[in-house]
């Protein structure tokens, strides 16, 4: 996804919650502000029906009246938009001057009840009216006191209107902020493409990580994956120049064999040829089988005990189906490190084969996880002495020239396990007598895989 397409659909997701909140403020603002003014209203209603109720004389017998020495002028004006109506079961028995010849409908109320009532009025005019009965010289009658609040509606709609205005501006200062925000936050991912086109181009072999928080992680498993890139490269280059350098020797001779037309009719000129060609085939398959080694975080798929030991271990029965050997399986009940699936099997295959072809009876394989991982081949053939040791893993060399092979297995093992910043260590088998390879590989990747079956598996060929 583009910076632009992230950007865009930020700003579209604030500005859709900024016009929703905004909509939602403007429909509660104005419902409050409506309530407000009438709530003030009804207020000043409620205080003129009282003052009208001090200025009310009369009698039983008498009709009542009103000393407008007490009344508000706005009763008194026609049409003013403020009226009163006194009213008993027999009807109107007072109204207000300002009423004129119109009037409005209020129900005869019980003394003590109320009502808040929006009707009608004269000259469409919206009149709230404060309704409630009463009982005074003898008598019960209701008291109508309205006002119209038209005005009061036109000034809530104006306010409502620049209300919505300031918010609209509001929200597109939000959003220009937003934007203003967003490229701001997007620099260091400039900073992070300059960096990745300077490693193409060879100015550098890594990005800087003086990022924010958010973006470092990436930085370094980019890092990461430049290191893994970089070593990868240079065991291609390592494999090549080792390569090259192995085959001069080998090739010279098969050359000047070939070159020399009465070695062909010498049987052993012959056999040191093929034995030359197979030694240059035997470095061929060593150095791609290195070229191809992941490594620590090499991104394939795992290494899994439960799963792949037994197929090793019935390639290797069937590789060596002509003798009986017993292979015993033993699985630590620790977290095994999810190393390289190819690079395992790879390590373990030779290290059991070259246990196979010195074993008498029993190859036992041992792995145990945890802090890295550390396996354990042991054999109950004759062993190697402490002087044989060191050159065990020597390209080519094998201590006994009458067992075939390239004496290339432990080399082999050797590497992969260098590779991992691990090593081999060889030593007597305690139980079974013969030699102990110990591999350990400390490199720990973020994930591990748990085992399945810890018991001791015995696998009869």
């Known amino acids: 996804m583009s910076r632009g397409s992230l950007e865009r659909r930020l700003q579209l997701a604030l500005g859709t919650a900024l016009l929703a909140l905004s909509g939602l403020l403007l429909w509660a603002g104005s419902i409050a502000l409506q309530q407000l003014a009438e709530d003030q209203v009804r207020s000043r209603l409620r205080h003129d029906a009282e003052a009208l109720l001090g200025a009310l004389e009369g009698q039983r017998d008498q009709p009542l009246q009103l000393r407008s020495a007490r009344l508000s002028p706005v009763y008194l004006q026609p049409l003013s938009g403020h009226y009163f109506v006194f009213r008993d079961d027999s009807g109107e028995l007072l109204r207000s001057r300002s009423l004129w010849d119109e009037s409005f409908g209020v129900p005869v109320l019980p003394p003590g009840e109320s009502r808040q009532l929006t009707l009608d009025g004269p000259g469409a005019q919206r009149l709230l009216i404060h309704a409630a009965g009463y009982r005074k010289h003898d008598r019960e009658f209701t008291l109508a006191v309205a006002e119209d609040v038209a005005g009061i509606d036109a000034q809530v709609a104006q306010d409502r209107l620049w209300f919505g205005a300031g918010l609209l501006v509001a929200v597109v200062l939000l959003l220009l902020g937003q934007r203003w925000l967003l490229r701001v936050s997007f620099r260091p991912l400039d900073q992070v493409r300059a960096d990745l086109a300077r490693v193409r181009e060879g100015g550098s072999e890594r990005i800087d990580t003086d990022l924010p928080a958010e973006i470092r992680p990436l930085a370094d498993e980019v890092n990461a994956l430049l290191a893994l890139l970089q070593r990868r490269l240079a065991r291609s280059r390592d494999a090549l120049g080792n390569l090259a350098h192995a085959l001069k020797t080998p090739l010279a001779l098969v050359l000047q064999t ?106 036992r394989l041992t792995l145990i996880g945890g802090a890295g991982i550390t396996i354990e081949v042991e054999d109950d053939g004759p062993g190697v002495s402490a002087g044989d040791t060191g050159i065990l893993t020597r390209r080519g060399l094998r201590l006994d020239e009458a067992r075939e092979g390239s004496g290339l297995g432990l080399a082999i093992a050797s590497d992969i396990a260098a590779t991992y910043g691990g090593g081999l260590e060889f030593d007597r088998s305690p139980e079974l007598g013969g030699l102990r390879v110990r591999a350990h590989l400390p490199a720990v990747p973020d994930t591990a895989i748990q085992p399945t079956d810890s018991a001791q598996h015995d696998q009869r060929g």
């Not at 620590?296 to 030991?309: K, M």
């Not at 999810?338 to 059991?352: I, K, S, T, V």
Request: net charge negative.
């Open 258 to 363: 070939l070159d020399d037309e009465s070695a062909l009719d010498q049987p052993d000129r012959r056999q040191a040829a093929r034995g030359q060609a197979e030694r240059i085939r035997a470095l061929v398959d060593r150095e791609l089988r290195m070229a191809r080694t992941a490594g620590a975080g090499g991104g394939g798929r795992y290494f899994n005990p439960a799963a792949d030991v037994p197929d090793l271990v019935r390639a290797l029965q069937g590789l060596h189906r002509d003798r009986d050997l017993r292979f015993e399986t033993r699985v630590g009940t620790d977290a095994m490190p999810a190393f390289d699936r190819e690079d395992l099997l790879e390590l373990l295959g030779n290290l059991l084969d070259n246990a196979c072809k010195w074993a008498s009876a029993r190859v």
